[in-house]
């Protein structure tokens, strides 16, 4: 919303982050929403006036054994110009 010189906004995000809990391997998910202030500077560009940070909700869950995914590896790829098509 803007009002003259000051402007509002919102932005939602889904973090998730593995972090060790108890000396467990947990996996954090939560749904977070920032709600900001901007103000318009006397040369016409908008900067942060006030940011807040609301949490919703996290939801932690113990990373077991069962749960894991296997690692997904990169194949080691090598171009070769001689085997590459005519354009």
Known sequence: MLER??????????????TR?????TVMKAYIRYLDVFA?????SW???ERKLLVDWTRPTRLTREARRPRRRTPNITLRPDRLPDR
């Open 40 to 44: 318009r500077q006397p040369d016409g």
């Open 5 to 18: 010189d000051r402007a509002t906004a919102s932005r939602t995000a889904s973090p998730i982050t593995c």
């Open 47 to 49: 900067l942060f006036a």
């Open 21 to 25: 809990l108890n000396g467990q391997r």
